[in-house]
């Protein structure tokens, strides 16, 4: 019934966000009221506005997730839609409690080594990933996934190609491991 606040979400390398508080006229718990509301276009940033097809894939993942059996924790998606032709899109979901709980604070991008305890931070990032991946592989998920995101390693090589022989490279992560 009400927009009770409004406000813009200055963060992330792509389009307009905002956070939005609501009211609805018949309360349900099953409908959050702090809302996060990301458009895949900045018309007033060209740079940010070129990655407005990123949403796509964003969107389909909430699909995904939607699932009952999904086995990563995500905010609740009231809304998506993407045009594909434009890229074009917006999604609507429950705001994530930063700092809140057991949720942990939201850090700034690209700041990673001001973290405090960057590898509890990691770890966890990895072992959901690796639940995610694990149950993905098993088959679990379904025939959706690999779908809606096909991987083909020959593109990923060419478009982001290593630059470094293996030596250098793991002279890089021996280096990453000491800090």
Known sequence: TSIVSADRC???STGEKLLLTVEYACAVASLPTQLF?????????????RR??????????????RRA????????????????ESGTGLLIVEQI???????????EKCMDHTLERARDHYSAILSVLARLAGRDRAGSLGDQVEALFPFDYAMAIEEDPILVS??????????????
């Open 166 to 179: 293996e030596d250098e490279l793991l002279a890089q992560a021996d280096d990453c491991a000491s800090l």
């Open 37 to 49: 509301l990301k458009f895949s276009r900045n018309f007033d940033d060209p740079f940010h506005d």
């Open 10 to 12: 200055g963060v992330g």
């Open 97 to 107: 409690p930063f700092g809140r709980g057991n949720v942990e604070p939201l850090y």
């Open 69 to 84: 059996d999904f086995p990563v924790a995500v905010p609740k998606s009231l809304f998506g839609d993407f045009h594909a």
């Open 52 to 65: 407005r097809f990123e949403l796509e894939s964003e969107i389909a993942l909430y699909d995904v997730a």
